[in-house]
């Protein structure tokens, strides 16, 4: 039994599997969209994707615009050009298409064309007062899960740190999850992208906001996401593989958008804001020594978690068993090559202290951690990945 209240938000419609972006023309139908912003990088325009979103929409006589200029980890000002587009033609469908950056981008866009004022009125939590145009976000990536959450990421340059609208209106009116569009990303983007969906996952099947609704999301995106990230990142074609990454990310997504994140992320952001590290290099970095500092937090939950990976460890004591899965999860990532500390990255020992402040004020994570975490423990924990 769990005392906790059950509350489980989701996009209105998630269309997910193979072949399910042919969906896309008849659901912007349903939406009474004539003409879309299609919001998205020059990486995605380069794959050929953009041709495979538009024939669905050509066949029920929708018109695009596109807007190319998302960058990663976008700041404040790339959202703002992208409102700027938004604002200057009278669309009635705004698709993000790409990783987390186009889809958080194609969010923010969407509420600022129905709230006033400018996009740093709405960094926090709940202060968005007016639903958005309606907005179909579709993921290339298999990672952020951006595509089911409430949040919607930008980087604010002067305080160097990651913030986030949070809102209901930042969850689609349709999410389509088509693992077919995952094909084109290479090996390290799969890999940074994929860490970052089992990061998701591991973070919410532990935070202090879980509930048995979001453990079975979370459990599962454990599960799909462990079985097959190696295999996605060594052969990209292996269609198994792909599927269960972007099913598993999904689900970690829907797990956020309803427990949350925890200490990893709160972690990660300054290494993106301060040393520019990729959000999910980072988190594969941090999260084994933040496991390691939380199993005694919900030791039960972390044996699991070994489990769920394939250890078979029911023999040990309860205590080893959940010690199993950090060091479950440093193997997975020791495989997939990514830097293993912050020296690897240039970040020196001297930058901990700011990094450790930074990582603290993080409240809005802080506070879903399972096991307290001062600023001397974030200082610590940064020091044994050095
Ligand atoms: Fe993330």
Redesign the pocket.
């Known amino acids: 039994m769990d005392n906790k209240i059950i509350s489980f938000r989701s996009p209105h419609l998630i269309l997910a599997g193979v072949g399910s972006l042919e969906r896309l023309g008849e659901e912007a139908k349903a939406l009474e969209a004539k003409k879309g912003l299609l919001v998205t990088d020059k990486g995605v325009i380069a794959s050929g994707i953009v041709e495979k979103i538009q024939a669905p929409l050509k066949r029920e006589g929708i018109v695009i615009d596109i807007f190319d200029k998302v960058i990663s980890d976008p700041d404040i000002g790339c959202a703002e050009a992208c409102i700027e587009m938004a604002k200057r033609d009278r669309y009635d469908l705004i698709l993000g298409v790409g990783g ?1 950056s186009s889809m958080d981008i194609a969010s923010v866009a969407s509420v600022m064309c129905t709230n006033p004022g400018t996009v740093q009125d709405y960094l926090g939590v709940n202060l968005v007062k007016n639903p958005g145009i309606p907005t179909i976000l579709i993921p290339t990536t298999a ?2 899960g951006a595509e089911a959450t409430p949040n919607a990421i930008l980087t604010d340059i002067e305080a160097k740190l990651k913030k986030a609208v949070v809102s209901p209106y930042i969850l689609p009116r349709v999410a389509i999850v088509d693992p077919l569009l995952t094909f084109s990303m290479p090996p390290t983007v799969t890999s940074s992208s994929g860490i ?1 969906a089992l ?2 996952a591991i973070e919410c099947y532990t935070s202090n906001n879980a509930t048995i609704l979001t453990d079975l999301f979370a459990r599962e995106a454990i599960i799909l996401i462990g079985r097959s990230l190696r295999t996605a990142v060594a052969n990209g074609n292996n269609l198994p593989a792909r599927y269960d990454m972007s099913i598993g990310s999904l689900y970690a997504g829907i797990a956020i958008a309803n427990a949350g ?1 925890t200490a990893v ?1 709160a972690l990660a952001y300054p290494l993106g804001g301060q040393f520019n590290v990729a ?2 290099i980072a ?1 594969g970095l941090l999260i084994p020594y933040v496991m390691e500092f939380n199993v005694l937090g919900d030791i039960p939950k972390f044996a699991q978690i070994a489990e769920f990976l394939g250890e078979k460890a029911e023999q040990l004591p309860l205590l080893e068993q959940a010690y199993r899965a950090p060091k479950t999860v440093k193997a997975i990532y020791r495989d997939l090559k990514i830097p293993q500390s912050l020296t690897e990255l240039k970040i020196p020992r001297e930058a901990i202290p700011e990094m450790a402040k930074a990582a603290a004020s993080v409240t809005r994570l802080m506070a879903n951690n399972p096991r307290e975490m001062t600023v001397e423990d974030i200082e610590r924990i940064y020091e044994k990945a050095l």
């Open positions: 987390g990672g952020t970052d990061t998701h994140v992320h959000h999910g988190n």
